[in-house]
């Protein structure tokens, strides 16, 4: 009686897992390139830049200047420290651009203009993730997965120079994977890491994080008031884990009290109450006490969940990518999709599927009042991983962690 009555615990312990699991795998079945149902709601869309920028894996909106802030890296294709892409050889750093989209008669030539850096340090690279902009300080904050251990950079901004003037570099020991990162105040962050376990350091214990939805990734609370303002390279930053949760991804503040983050592997977004004392409304953000994130409820989407960008009227932009297993063939490849060189020299099946290869992109939009709204489902343009719109102006722009230029919708 007692190894029934224990053998129907386990079960019932195991059985809301297994269901998580099946779902999963329900999502990836359905999502097949090729068994995959397109949507396209939007009005007008366009590609642009295809042939100047890609692999632009966030951007952000500054909305009271109709300007786009993109961070695009080509080096992803060789170095991808989330997904386990490691090309022996150089490796191309990345690019910050201010695409100016107010104007859709304005030529494309004037509306897209690189950053000039100033400041950085010699010999050190740049390879972007996560984007967060204070626009009060014009402080622009960029995950780097730069070779020499991961950090956040911090940049000033002038939009009129186009100039990203770097400040200093934020290191600390619970940013050991830094992704995502949204602003509380001009000196708190709250920052993802993906994973406990580091692709380039434990491959395989890497792949179970993934793929077993453990929730050993995290969001760290980041107060960097205690730097020194002449110090161009610091580490003494206040740090500490708010949250715990698989495969954490994007994270928004989603509105005075709610910071939703999203959570790759369990396909979904995780809604979390923000502590009183360091709420965005609240005068007092600079509270001796760390904030409290107190997990309030999920919305599930049919993907898996990227990158999350709130708008100003209220809704949450949400993309990711339908299937996981076509995304990580087509991300392994484009080192050599990409060059002529490498691509001469392939496999006739390498250069077959890089003529049919295909990353299927997903983009919605959720307000608490009309739930989940599906914009794009599609391949056209691949590996879909920011969604960001402007209801004012209703332009929308979609980045891709290994497309080619950026998607422009218009409302």
Request: net charge negative; aromatic share 8%.
């Amino acid at each position: 009686m007692l190894k029934i009555a224990l053998s129907a615990l386990a079960f019932a312990v195991t059985l809301p897992y297994l269901q998580d699991c099946f779902e999963r795998l329900s999502i990836i079945r359905q999502n097949a390139p090729g068994r995959l149902a397109t949507v396209n709601a939007f009005n007008s869309r366009e590609l642009k830049y295809a042939d100047q920028i890609r692999s632009c894996e966030d951007g952000l909106l500054i909305e009271s200047k109709g300007l786009a802030i993109l961070a695009c890296d080509p080096g992803r294709e060789k170095w991808n420290t989330v997904m386990g892409v490691f090309v022996p050889g150089p490796v191309p750093g990345a690019t910050i651009y201010a695409y100016d989209y107010k104007d859709s008669e304005a030529q494309d030539s004037e509306s897209l203009k690189p950053f000039k850096i100033v400041g950085y340090e010699p010999g050190i690279d740049l390879h972007t993730l996560g984007l967060a902009y204070h626009e009060e300080t014009s402080t622009l904050f960029v995950a780097n997965h730069r070779t020499d251990g991961s950090a956040i950079e911090m940049f000033e901004l002038d939009l009129v120079k186009l100039t990203a003037t770097h400040l200093r570099t934020i290191k600390h020991p619970l940013l050991h994977g830094p992704n995502s990162i949204t602003l509380i105040s001009n000196h708190e962050l709250l920052v993802t890491n993906d994973h406990y376990f580091l692709v380039k350091e434990h491959p395989i214990l890497a792949i179970i994080e993934t793929y077993l939805s453990l929730p050993l990734g995290t969001a760290v609370y980041v107060d960097i008031s205690p730097l020194p303002e002449d110090t161009a390279d610091a580490t003494n930053v206040k740090a500490k884990v708010v949250a715990r949760l698989p495969f954490a991804n994007g994270i928004e503040v989603l509105n005075d009290t709610t910071v939703a983050i999203a959570t790759t592997s369990k396909a979904a977004v995780y809604l979390h109450e923000l502590s009183a004392s360091h709420s965005t409304s609240s005068s007092s953000s600079s509270s001796p006490e760390p904030p409290t994130l107190a997990y309030r409820s999920k919305i599930r989407f049919p993907f898996m969940v990227d990158n999350i960008q709130a708008s100003s009227d209220g809704a949450l932009l949400v993309a990711g990518h339908p299937n996981p297993i076509a995304l990580t063939r087509f991300a392994k490849t484009r080192h050599v999709c990409n060059s002529p060189v490498e691509l001469a020299a392939a496999d006739p099946s390498v250069r077959e599927y890089c003529v049919t290869a295909r990353a299927p992109s997903w983009v919605s939009r959720w307000t608490e009042a009309r739930g989940i709204e599906h914009l794009y489902v599609g391949d056209d343009y691949p590996s879909s991983c920011t969604a960001t719109y402007d209801p004012e102006r209703k332009v929308g722009i979609v980045t891709g962690l290994y497309a080619k230029g950026i998607l422009v919708w218009r409302e």
